[in-house]
């Protein structure tokens, strides 16, 4: 069973500050990395993708990948409460026939 | 902007009856997913075509859900017969040839089953 783990939370962040989401995989295979964000009653939203070790960044967003230790994380600075949202973290295992496994979910509240 | 466009956004149905979903994916992408996402839960796949051939059904209880895509644009998903259990949202996905894992989704169809 291919995994993603992600902590539940809510991930509580004053306005203005760092909201720092880690997302942990189980298979040494996994080939790319994705995060989604999804507000209450709406559909997943693409806003990052990682493929290769190290640091992306776009915009408030990085991405972060290591492959070694199998986490990935996803970095918001100077957060607004329009980033209070569930971010989703997703997996492609080439064991898996390269198809996407979505971990839980973190769920992020920016308080004003 | 291109969307994935999904119907009908809700829908409720009593226990033991026939529901249909509809999808069309964004112009041009030739990967179209079903996905069903439990409360509190991330998305799991059902069913991936790949033009109008099913690539994965692995995860589609096969005895209930049916999926087609004839003509390798829009997909219909079927339950029949509904149960408690079905009720969630059921999303649906795309993905052009040359990015097949950066899937968008539509907004998805909420089922409740009673």
């Known amino acids: 069973q291919k995994e993603v783990e992600q902590n539940s939370g809510p991930l509580s962040v004053p306005e203005g500050a760092i909201a720092s989401l880690n997302c942990t995989y189980s298979?040494?295979?996994?080939?790319?990395f994705f995060w989604y964000r999804q507000y209450s009653g709406k559909s997943p939203e693409l806003i990052m993708f990682?493929?290769?070790?190290g640091d992306k960044e776009d915009g408030r967003f990085t991405a972060q990948l290591n492959k070694a230790s199998q986490y990935v994380s996803l970095l918001i600075r100077d957060s607004q409460p329009s980033d209070s949202a569930t971010y989703l973290c997703?997996?492609?295992?080439?064991?898996?026939?390269?198809?996407?496994?979505f971990g839980g979910g973190t769920r992020v509240l920016v308080k004003p | 902007e291109a969307e994935v466009a999904q119907s009908p956004r809700y829908k409720i149905t009593e226990k033991s009856q026939a529901v249909a979903f509809w999808c069309d994916p964004i112009?041009?992408?030739?990967?179209l997913y079903w996905y069903r996402q439990i409360l509190g839960q991330g998305p799991e796949l059902l069913v991936q075509?790949?033009?109008?051939?099913?690539?994965?059904d692995s995860q589609l209880p096969k005895d209930r859900f049916s999926a087609e895509r004839l003509k390798g644009v829009d997909s219909t998903l079927k339950i029949q017969p509904a149960e408690l259990g079905d009720s969630a949202m059921y999303l649906c996905?795309?993905?052009?040839?040359?990015?097949?894992?950066?899937?968008?989704f539509g907004p998805g169809t909420r089922l409740t089953v009673t």
């Open positions: 996905a795309s993905s052009s040839r040359t990015s097949v894992y950066e899937q968008y």
């Open positions: 298979d040494r295979g996994s080939q790319s």
């Open positions: 990682i493929y290769s070790n």
């Open positions: 997703a997996v492609t295992f080439k064991a898996a026939g390269n198809k996407l496994t």
């Open positions: 112009s041009g992408h030739a990967t």
């Open positions: 075509f790949q033009d109008e051939s099913v690539v994965d």
